[in-house]
């Protein structure tokens, strides 16, 4: 199922289109954008989401970022702030046309 996904959505290719927009989507949105505005290396901060989604589809490269909790453990993310990013991440599943079932995934996954 997880090779089937990373193809679904385009492979390596694909997985780099998903991230910019997601990105560009979270700059975009008042609720959050100020959280990304203060991230120094937005290159770095890109290829370590790429590689969490990658690697949670079961794919190389390995993750080498810290894990979900120790990442936003101390960032104090509210409740609004975190439907906003998950709209945004929804929004550019769409705009890169994502089946259903693809987005679930996906979902889960994060």
């Known amino acids: ?10 492979g390596a290719e694909g997985i780099a289109r998903l991230v910019d927009d ?18 120094k290396d937005m290159a770095h901060t890109k290829q370590l989401v790429r590689e969490f989604l990658t690697a949670g589809l079961g794919s190389p490269p390995t993750y080498t970022g810290k894990g979900m909790l120790g990442a936003h453990k101390s960032a104090n993310v509210s409740e609004q702030e975190f439907l906003a990013a998950i709209d945004d991440i929804v929004g550019a599943m769409n705009k890169n046309g994502i089946d259903e079932d693809s987005k679930q995934d996906i979902l889960a996954i994060l």
């Open 1 to 10: 199922m997880t090779v089937a996904l990373h193809q679904r959505l385009g």
């Open 22 to 39: 997601v990105i560009a989507a979270h700059l975009a949105n008042p609720l959050v954008k100020t959280r990304f505005e203060k991230i």
